[in-house]
């Protein structure tokens, strides 16, 4: 099994910044890659970002890139979301997830970030 905690939402002006924190445990050994995933009011969760438990190789939405940043602190096991110039559209739930294959299977229990204008 593999343990999520997610901290670091908050709320935050429009052209703000916030930075999310995943600390994970357990068997974080077998995890291929880890990722963070959202979800508005009243829509369906979406993918953010995503890095390899390597850390070399990233993933962004369209949306996000350019602004968002995802990276790995290899001693502490912790993978982070550096957001900058936040938008109003990018208030949500914020969610990290771990997968060993195919899916997301491990989630954490999320964090709310607020853009305020």
């Known amino acids: 099994q593999v343990q999520l905690v997610e901290s670091g939402g908050g709320l935050v002006q429009a052209g703000g910044s916030l930075r999310l924190s995943c600390a994970a445990s357990?068997?974080?050994?077998?995890?291929?890659?880890m990722g963070w995933f959202r979800q508005a009011p009243g829509k369906e969760r979406e993918f953010v970002a995503a890095?390899?438990?390597?850390?070399?190789?990233?993933y962004y939405a369209d949306s996000v890139k350019g602004r968002f940043t995802i990276s790995r602190d290899n001693a502490q096991t912790t993978v982070y979301l550096q957001m900058n110039s936040l938008k109003l559209e990018d208030t949500a739930a914020y969610y990290c997830a771990a997968r060993r294959q195919l899916i997301y299977e491990y989630w954490g229990q999320g964090t709310r970030v607020t853009v305020s204008s």
């Open positions: 890095i390899e438990w390597s850390g070399i190789t990233t």
């Open positions: 357990g068997r974080t050994f077998s995890i291929y890659q």
